[in-house]
């Protein structure tokens, strides 16, 4: 796929100045300019620009190894970008250490479930709360009790965090990013693998937070899960924006059903 295949009505640089499609003008909450990342020769993340206004969920698709969990790692500061620049809430936040964003608002989700496995879950939550949100002791417990018992985890409280079958681990990396007390949510694939029965349970608790005002970035191959919370889409192919719009606008571009979908345009 060539830069110059990219349809020329759905090229990323046309909708930057649409932030404000979810109803906020202005300033946006996060705002990428030109990030690139490269390991060795290798152009992972390949100058992405992007826009999220407050409150607005934008969801990520691409191919496998398109460079979507790099593109978090860049926000999270787990890695540093090689170029371009990230700014969150006005404050340029790119070379800021991972705990600083996670003090000034930025929670994930792990792709592949990081819990502390010795933990119960009410320990890892008092631990997110603690050190995600720095928290006085005493809040950290109130603060878990009551994520507990918002993500369904009430009954797994004082399990170890090593013992929870898929969709309990899936509940607890949202419930640890939430302990955090987030403005922006980041969720790397946290449908995958589920039935579509608890697909389901998690989209409705997706859009609970959503109503809360949070701002979500929600990378996901469970497109019809995404279909049902995002207010706009991004499609990421080698590192680069592919498509960026109005989802059902997205879904039906011809480029994008030729590369993510595999299907014949
Ligand atoms: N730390 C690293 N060192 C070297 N290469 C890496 C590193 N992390 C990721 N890569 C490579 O960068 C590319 C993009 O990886 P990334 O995990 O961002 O893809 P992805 O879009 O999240 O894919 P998936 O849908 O499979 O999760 C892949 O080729 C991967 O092998
Ligand atoms: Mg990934």
Redesign the pocket.
């Known amino acids: 796929m060539g830069e110059s295949n990219t349809p020329p009505s759905v090229r990323a640089d046309d909708v930057v100045g649409v932030a404000g499609v979810a109803g906020v003008a202005g300033a946006a909450h996060l705002a990428l300019d030109g990030v690139c990342k490269r390991?060795g020769a290798?152009r992972?993340v390949d100058g992405i620009s992007l826009r999220v206004a407050q409150g607005e969920t934008l969801g990520i698709l691409?191919?496998?190894?398109?460079?979507?969990?790099?593109?978090f790692n860049l926000i999270t500061g787990d890695l540093r970008a090689d170029a371009g620049s990230i700014v969150l809430g006005g404050q340029d936040i790119t070379r800021h250490a991972p705990h600083r964003r996670c003090r000034l608002g930025i929670g994930r989700s792990y792709?592949i479930p990081q819990p502390w496995g010795a933990m119960t879950v009410f320990e890892n939550l008092v631990a997110a709360a603690s050190f995600g949100a720095g928290k006085p002791e005493a809040a950290t417990y109130a603060r878990a009790v009551d994520i507990l018992g918002e993500t369904g985890l009430l009954p797994q409280a004082n399990r170890p965090a090593a013992s929870l079958r898929l969709l309990d681990r899936k509940r607890l990396e949202l419930a640890r990013a939430l302990a955090t007390e987030p403005r922006l949510l980041l969720l790397d694939?946290i449908a995958a693998g589920l039935t579509e029965a608890e697909a389901a349970l998690l989209v409705d608790e997706l859009r609970r937070i959503k109503g809360q005002g949070i701002t979500m970035i929600w990378?996901e191959?469970v497109v019809h899960a995404l279909l049902a919370v995002a207010d706009r889409l991004l499609v990421?192919s080698q590192g680069k924006s592919l498509a960026e719009g109005a989802p059902a606008a997205v879904i039906e571009d011809p480029e994008v059903k030729r590369v993510y979908l595999g299907l014949e345009a």
Do not use: C, D, R, S
């Open positions: 390991f290798l992972v691409g191919p496998n190894g398109a460079g979507k969990t790099t593109l792709q694939e990378i191959h990421i």
